[in-house]
């Protein structure tokens, strides 16, 4: 115990000898190997009196899977006493292998958990549990031939799908790979967080924001939860992104023609099988976070890292309505106040015109070989366009009065709460 306590306060007065990233110790140009990741969260939970290291589950390839749990006091379990009452935050990093962003900010995070008071703090209200290397297996097929398009990291990253080849945010439905079943199983229904934040970085559009954003697009989710967060959650932390940093964030989407933005912004799909739909729809508030991929990779992680504080800070502030609205929508669940539900539904605009910035794309036929070539403006632009990023029911069902499954399924099954 005396080393233990010996430890604790070296760190305490010596911040500077808590692990450093990959990336960091790299200037940016590599990202962490999953024994990086490992020895990093060994190292900052080994003598922490506010972090616990688990291993909830294995990948496809027979790795360990690890959970980091930050509270205050240290908790190992959520049927732990003073677990009892707080907001859980869960921060998925890391679900395609690729796209690393993620895991990188939480590192920095649960870094300076332990070295910032502001964010020791929180822990009086919150309990944060961090998956920093959701997708093992994609993460060690590091490449420079990887994704060739992204700003970086120079000697590359994995790959997007885990080792049997699945996209792991397709799979929150149908459960077909291990890393899936296991933070269902293992994360999700036994912790029961309140809000899932699910980090990844953007493949298409040359537009002007640093990061986008979603929540869940499904619409049988529930309206005020929804609402909350882009009504309140969103807006506040836009504008302090901006303000505090100089970071210009916004919803997710791509242009729907590159060449024509004036054609509208759209986001991507209203399906529980990827992650924070699905969140979405057990009435949990969800966050999907995109960091800009033309952004340099430094740019790219500092702007997520800098994303979840202002969430969280915004939760600490704004916790007892968030646990409101969830168990209001629970309760509303379970006592049979919604009576049917979308099976059909069709994508729809705002409600007004949006200010998106933005890139033109320009087509022009090579002088040279007379084929027809695309380029990017780097003049940035505010289109004033649609965003279709809701979506409507266009048919329902009557909810029947009980389902019944087989008994395989029994501990897939998410408890009441």
């Known amino acids: 115990m005396l080393v233990l306590l ?22 940016y140009k590599q990202t962490s190997t ?23 589950g294995k990948s496809y390839e027979g790795r360990d899977l690890p959970l980091v749990i930050l509270s205050k006091p240290k908790v190992s379990k959520p049927e732990d006493e003073s677990v009892r009452g707080k907001f859980v935050v869960l921060i998925i990093g ?40 959701l997708n093992a297996d994609g993460n060690e097929k590091i490449s420079r031939e990887n994704r060739p398009h992204q700003n970086g990291p120079e000697f590359g990253v994995g790959v997007r799908e885990n080792s049997q080849g699945l996209d792991l945010n397709r799979d929150f439905t149908k459960l077909e790979t291990p890393e899936i079943k296991a933070l269902i199983e293992d994360v999700i229904n036994k912790w029961n967080p309140h809000l899932v934040i699910d980090c990844h970085t953007t493949d298409g559009s040359y537009h002007g924001y640093v990061l986008t954003y979603a929540t869940g697009l499904n619409p049988n989710g529930n309206s005020k939860i929804t609402s909350f967060v882009k009504d309140k959650l969103f807006a506040e932390v836009t504008d302090k992104m901006w303000r505090k940093y100089g970071y210009r964030i916004y919803y997710y989407g791509n242009f729907i023609d590159p060449l024509d933005p004036s054609k509208g912004w759209i986001t991507f799909d209203h399906r529980p099988r990827f992650g924070t739909n699905y969140v979405g729809l057990i009435n949990r508030f ?31 502030a704004n916790r007892e309505e968030m646990l409101n609205l969830i168990k209001e929508a629970d309760e509303l669940a379970l006592s049979g106040g919604v009576d049917s539900l979308g099976i059909r539904f069709q994508i729809k605009e705002f409600d007004k015109l949006e200010k998106i910035y933005g890139y033109r794309v320009i087509e022009y036929v090579d002088t040279l070989t007379g084929e027809k070539k695309r380029k990017v403006s780097d003049k940035l632009e505010i289109f004033e366009i649609k965003n279709f990023g809701e979506f409507k029911i266009t048919e329902k069902r009557k909810v029947p009065i009980a389902y019944v499954f087989s008994g395989k399924f029994k501990k897939h099954c998410r408890k009441a709460h």
Do not use: C
Not at 6 to 27: A, G, Q
Not at 34 to 52: G, H, L, W
Not at 301 to 310: G, L, P, S, V
């Open 6 to 27: 010996i430890l604790s306060l070296f760190w305490i007065f010596n911040p500077e000898k808590f692990p450093k990233s990959r990336p960091e110790i790299t200037d």
């Open 34 to 56: 999953y024994s990086d990741v490992i020895n990093f969260v060994e190292q900052i939970t080994r003598s922490s009196s506010i972090a616990t290291l688990s291993m909830f």
């Open 94 to 133: 890391n679900i395609h292998g690729g796209e690393v962003e993620g895991k990188e900010a939480i590192l920095h995070l649960l870094r300076k958990f332990h070295i910032n008071d502001e964010f020791k703090k929180m822990l009086d209200k919150i309990v944060v549990l961090a998956v920093p290397i």
């Open 286 to 316: 969800a966050i999907l976070s995109e960091a800009y991929v033309y952004a340099d990779f430094k740019t790219r992680i500092d702007a997520t890292e800098k994303f979840i504080e202002e969430i969280l800070r915004f939760v600490v």
